[in-house]
């Protein structure tokens, strides 16, 4: 069973970490359960499945081998399946920024949350980073983030009542908009141009809403702010035609979409070649320290190419690579999930009969 945990901050020793929670990550918790070793795995995302379910949850992929076609979402669903016989441990919504060795060997893993780690192999399944909210860049509203400027919901309760601006196109912003509608004082959704990136079941709805005078749809974007006694109290907001209003709010919130930055892992002394980490050999995936394995988009060697089957092929040799630095008197052999006893007794299946 995949366990989530629910008590950032805690304390965890364990033979495997793994940062990032995309197809490759989930895919090494396969490999590595098959040879006995348990993970832990961290992501930034509150949800699991990187790119696949941030960027492209319900477009379909055509080039996973044995699967003709299925979308980023049912290929997370079917990895997450997979692995569950493992109880991988996730702990999700926390960015690891502290990675170092430690004196014994193993390595310090830290997060923003503050759970912290001591492990003795670490697989950086990073993608292109940790995704990022995108800001919005207006003259002083950064000093409001947190407690008037939101870049994600983590407690809707706190919006209930106040009269709210959303920011954005895409299903998130909508998704908000539509959520708080008759729970905030009142709801302005705030989109640049006349054109949605969200599902067209919630624009529909949202239109609808404005035809009632449940809420309010502006066209435009903002220019500047206005506060009163250090409060933010008003949007200036410039539209199509070139007018600007003041858009007075309790509130702001902005879905503009994440983008994703290599942030900390830049700073834990890996060899890196623009924005990737070089692995040394292609046998391990292992990086320039040894015990830190590289799977899947975020590394590079020569004819990488950044596919998920490429990252699938790199978390099985990553996974041999490590075995050692877990299991130093054991030696390691290949074996066939079909006909190992050992494996079937790992993957909780029962053996078949081969006449
Ligand atoms: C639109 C689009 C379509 C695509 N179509 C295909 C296709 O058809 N076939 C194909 O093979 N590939 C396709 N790809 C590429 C494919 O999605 C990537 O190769 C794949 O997602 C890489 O998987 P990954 O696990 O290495 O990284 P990712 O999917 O990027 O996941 C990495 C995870 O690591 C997390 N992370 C990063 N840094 C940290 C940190 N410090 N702490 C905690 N968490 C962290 C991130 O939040 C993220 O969730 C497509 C990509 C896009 C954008």
């Not at 490999?31 to 960027?55: F, P, T």
């Not at 998704?175 to 302005?188: I, Y």
């Not at 924005?275 to 394995?293: A, C, D, R, S, Y």
Request: one cysteine or more; charged letters at 25%.
């Amino acid at each position: 069973m995949n366990i989530v945990s629910t008590t950032p901050g805690g304390f965890h020793e364990t033979d495997a970490v793994i940062i990032g929670a995309g197809p490759v990550g989930l895919f090494q918790v396969f490999e590595l359960g098959l040879l006995e070793i348990k993970a832990h795995v961290i992501d930034s995302l509150n949800a699991v499945g990187g790119q696949c379910v941030e960027l492209y949850p319900d477009k379909p992929i055509y080039d996973i081998p044995a699967i003709p076609s299925c979308t980023g979402q049912e290929l997370t669903d079917g990895l997450l399946k997979q692995i569950e016989p493992f109880g991988a441990t996730f702990h999700l919504g926390q960015e690891v920024t502290l990675v170092q060795k430690r004196e014994d060997g193993r390595f310090d893993v830290e997060t923003t949350l503050g759970t912290k780690f001591i492990t003795k192999t670490i697989f950086i399944a990073a993608g292109v980073g940790s995704f990022q909210p995108r800001t919005m860049k207006v003259d002083g509203l950064d000093k409001f983030d947190g407690s008037q400027v939101f870049y994600r919901v983590k407690n809707p309760a706190q919006f209930d009542g106040k009269n709210l601006v959303i920011c954005g196109g895409g299903d998130s912003a909508l998704d908000w908009a539509l959520n708080f509608v008759g729970k905030a004082e009142s709801v302005v959704l705030l989109h640049r141009r006349e054109d949605f990136r969200a599902a067209p079941a919630s624009v529909a709805k949202m239109k609808q809403l404005c035809e009632d005078y449940e809420m309010q749809l502006i066209i435009g974007q903002v220019s500047g702010i206005e506060e009163k006694d250090g409060q933010l109290s008003e949007l200036r907001v410039t539209g199509a035609d070139g007018v600007t209003r003041r858009v007075p709010l309790d509130m702001l919130l902005v879905f503009y979409g994440l983008s994703p930055k290599l942030g900390p892992i830049a700073e834990w002394g890996l060899d890196i070649e623009r924005k990737q980490l070089k692995v040394v050999n292609t046998e391990k995936f292992e990086t320039n320290v040894p015990g830190i394995f590289a799977v899947g988009d975020i590394n590079t060697y020569p004819g990488k190419k950044k596919l998920i089957l490429s990252g699938f092929h790199e978390a099985a040799l990553a996974a041999f690579g490590a075995a050692p630095y877990i299991f130093p008197d054991k030696k390691i052999h290949m074996q066939y999930t079909t006909t190992s006893p050992k494996l079937h007794k790992v993957l909780g299946v029962e053996s078949p009969v081969f006449d």
